[in-house]
């Protein structure tokens, strides 16, 4: 465990002096992160602009969903996409060889080959609107809400990384599978509503198939003090189940490569 603890330090610690290199474009990329952040509020502030709740979330407790959006949108872009997608040109060019030779997971290996770390930004971002959306709602998180939010954080990336690695792990399959990565990370944006301003089959979908209630709402209302046990404890047995799935869909896949000495 040290031992990949030390791995993982490694990979951090060459992703930021190699994004620290060219200073400008990092301030850049940090006041784009921003920019982006930003506009996630917008949608809600037009569509609550004419009344005070929509599917029993008002606009400030709404904007509690937004912030862990916000949240789960930098790791997905700085820590899980980055690395993820490079397996996809790997594989195309037969150069992953030179993944599976090294003396380690190779799980592990792709999954922390490149991070961005000016996606960082978002955590300060999703903190400000924590601490704007408990202003306007009247008082904060309870101890126990805030402990169960920070447990369903590590279940939300844990179900992020397992749904991007079963997509990834169709390239083994399909080879180009660009299109695909591309439209999980447009439906990653439904992910900034409450899940209950879903209906019928879209609910269902965003809750059990590709699981968005349980990686943004769920952690909201958690820390709004009106998270049902039993919801906490379908996205602990979620995160488990794809965890477990996600990892042998991988050890499957991985079996079809074709390296390029074949």
């Given amino acids: ?68 959006f916000t949240l ?54 999703a903190t400000l609107i924590f601490v704007y959306a408990f202003r306007r709602i009247g008082h904060g998180p309870t101890a126990g809400g805030l402990a169960a939010s920070l447990l369903l954080m590590v279940t939300a990336s844990i179900l992020l990384y397992g749904l991007w690695i079963l997509t990834v792990s169709a390239v083994f399959y399909v080879v180009r ?18 899940s209950s301003v879903f209906r019928g089959v879209a609910k269902i979908v965003f809750t059990f198939v590709i699981p968005l209630a349980l990686m943004t709402t769920y952690p909201a209302e958690a820390m709004l003090g009106r998270l049902h046990p039993s919801s906490l404890a379908l996205s602990l047995g979620g995160a488990l189940f794809f965890a477990v799935f996600s990892r042998a869909v991988w050890v499957r896949a991985i079996g079809k490569y074709t390296s390029a000495s074949s």
């Fill in 72 to 125: 789960l949108q930098g790791l997905l872009e700085g820590a899980i996409n980055p690395s993820l997608v490079n397996v996809v040109e790997q594989v195309r060019k037969g150069t992953l060889d030179f993944v599976l030779l090294k003396p380690a997971d190779a799980q592990f290996l792709v999954s922390t080959t490149r991070f961005q770390p000016s996606k960082a930004i978002n955590a300060i971002t």
């Fill in 177 to 194: 599978v660009d299109n695909l990565t591309f439209l999980f990370t447009a439906i990653f944006d439904a992910a900034r509503w409450p």
């Fill in 1 to 68: 465990m040290r031992r990949y603890a030390y791995l993982l330090y490694i990979q951090l610690k060459a992703s930021t002096l190699l994004a620290m290199q060219y200073r400008g474009d990092f301030v850049v990329d940090l006041l784009i992160e921003l920019v982006w952040a930003a506009t996630a509020v917008v949608p809600l502030f037009v569509v609550f602009a004419g009344r005070s709740s929509i599917a029993g979330w008002t606009y400030p407790e709404a904007l509690v969903v937004t912030g862990w």
